[in-house]
């Protein structure tokens, strides 16, 4: 298993296992339950998308898809549009 994402919250991280998912890449959510007792903090990985290392190249293409359409459409990295 390789980890190719972190996500800023729960709700991003199951958007990106979507578009994983929808590709016929299997991606699974970790360290989800740390935001039942812990707020998301920059400093600290939120949620982890992991894939199987045979799909890491699929899925790397994907996310900078993501990522790039997300800059274009005016969300900065720091989390604010």
């Given amino acids: 298993m390789k980890r190719v994402f972190v996500a800023r919250d729960p709700a991003e991280a199951r958007i990106v296992r979507g578009l994983l ?16 007792i812990h707020p998301p ?13 045979e799909d890491a190249q699929k ?10 359409m997300g800059l274009e459409h005016g969300y900065r990295q720091d989390g604010h549009w």
């Fill in 41 to 53: 903090d920059e400093n600290r990985p939120n949620q982890a998308i992991w894939i199987r290392d």
């Fill in 21 to 36: 998912e929808g590709s016929g890449i299997v991606a699974e959510i970790r360290d989800e339950s740390q935001f039942a």
């Fill in 59 to 68: 899925a790397l293409t994907i996310l900078a898809e993501y990522l790039r």
